[in-house]
């Protein structure tokens, strides 16, 4: 089995992510972040084996819906916050948060924090072209 470092993306081939991958994947939050989110029913743990983590189709629910179809693979990276969205577009951040908001800019939403997949920036952007 192939070595992951702490800075790298999510390992692809694992079904179930841990805790920290997924505080490294937001970028934001605490334990206390997914004690609440798991209180409330909102971000069920599972266990494989001796194993316990969160499920994509557990993390994409809580974050605001499933993928759209084929885009599976771009919503399993690590998601950008708006800072590091607005270095992709010519844009500032409060103006992506904002278009985000009203809806026209894709975005995942972990409690009252704004976060975006690259692909979906990618083609928001090419979109306006």
Do not use: N
Request: charged fraction near 30%.
């Amino acid at each position: 089995m192939p070595k992951r470092s702490k800075t790298s993306d999510v390992d692809h081939a694992s079904t179930l992510l841990s805790a920290a991958d997924l505080l490294r994947r937001w970028q934001a939050g605490s334990d206390a972040t997914l004690w609440r989110a798991e209180k409330d029913g909102l971000l069920l743990p599972v266990r494989e084996g001796r194993r316990r983590g969160y499920s994509w189709e557990t993390i994409w629910a809580f974050e605001g819906g499933q993928p759209p179809a084929g885009m599976e693979a771009a919503y399993r990276q690590r998601l950008l916050t708006s800072e590091q969205a607005a270095m992709r577009v010519p844009y500032r951040p409060s103006t992506l948060i904002t278009k985000a908001r009203e809806g026209t800019l894709p975005c995942r939403r972990i409690g009252t924090r704004v976060r975006f997949v690259a692909a979906e920036i990618d083609r928001w952007l090419c979109s306006w072209l």
